[in-house]
């Protein structure tokens, strides 16, 4: 399953004024997550994603994304097992003029799709023969 939010972020915040955006997903593991910025940002707007007080991405705490015309993309496995089921989004744009727009696209693999490959992989794997 494929996720996306397209955030605004109004000119002349800061962290103490970020814009927080909650991401609603299901139970599953995240395989992907791409935070999209696009030209014009200028390294001026600055973003990361939370699970709860815990932050996801990017993975040490303290540190943010930005960039300007570019795609960050996280490719690793996260969990999303307890409910309520979503992140959160915070971000901020110091930019004395214009708004921007921040694309974020997760990548979902619900938990019943997990199993289920799994149990494919394994008997793919009981098929194999050992080389002679």
């Known amino acids: 399953m494929l996720y996306t939010w397209n ?3 109004p000119n002349s915040r800061t ?3 970020q814009t927080k955006q909650v991401m609603h997903l299901e139970r599953g593991t995240i395989t992907r997550c791409d935070t999209v910025f696009p030209v014009g940002c200028c390294g001026l707007v600055f973003c990361h994603i939370n699970n709860a ?6 993975k ?3 540190i943010t994304f930005r960039g300007n015309g570019e ?18 989004f915070y971000g901020w744009n110091t930019d004395d003029t214009y ?4 694309t974020v696209r997760i990548q979902l693999v619900p ?5 289920r490959l799994a149990i494919a992989e394994i008997m793919r794997l009981g ?3 050992k080389p002679t």
């Open 7 to 9: 955030v605004l972020l």
């Open 15 to 17: 962290i103490a004024t």
């Open 53 to 58: 007080l815990h932050q996801v991405y990017p």
């Open 60 to 62: 040490n705490p303290g």
């Open 71 to 88: 795609t960050i993309m996280s490719v690793d496995e996260y969990e999303i097992r307890d409910e309520p089921f979503q992140l959160e």
């Open 99 to 102: 708004d921007h727009v921040i």
């Open 111 to 115: 938990k019943r799709e997990i199993v």
């Open 127 to 129: 098929k194999l023969t």
